[in-house]
């Protein structure tokens, strides 16, 4: 049974994130999400919530695993016993880092193959950061994100936004 790891930050999770994970469940054996928490990067929920969101998003039946992580995604891998990393694209614009990444984390274990998965085409536009900026301005985002994403975003950004609005 192959494992592939779906390493990301997650802030938050989106249908984009969704499609892949289910895409990747249908290919291996055993999918397990990993949170990344950077403590030199500064996100909107902790990983905690951003683990909390995942899960409640997946549902309490859904067969994948959700773990945060820090340091290295093949280090994350190793740790699950997965040989595969998944990661989506969007558009030629992701791959430039993308392929960066995936040679980076090849030299340091080649014993762990990335796989893309090209995003579904109803979610090529979706990005954790356009949809905290429309969500901030009061744009409507729920067609975009699972409801209990919905619902913390427009909490935490309602509790964020100056006196007044
Ligand atoms: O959702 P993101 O922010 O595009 O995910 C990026 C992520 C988490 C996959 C990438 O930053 C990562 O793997 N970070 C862990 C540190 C690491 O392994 N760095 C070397 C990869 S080149």
Redesign the pocket.
Known sequence: MTTAVY?????PVHQG?LDIIERARQIFGRVVV?V?E?PTKRYLFSADERVALLRASLGADSPVAVRS?Q??????AAEEGASV?V?GLRAVSDLD?EF??????RR?NPAVHTVFLTTSFANVFLS?SLLKEVCAFGGRIDEMVPPPVAEALRERLATRAPAGR
Do not use: K
């Open positions: 390493p990301g930050s997650f802030d994130h990993g990344l950077n992580f340091g290295l995604a093949v280090e994350f990393i990661r880092n960066q990444m995936s040679l980076m984390n340091l954790s």
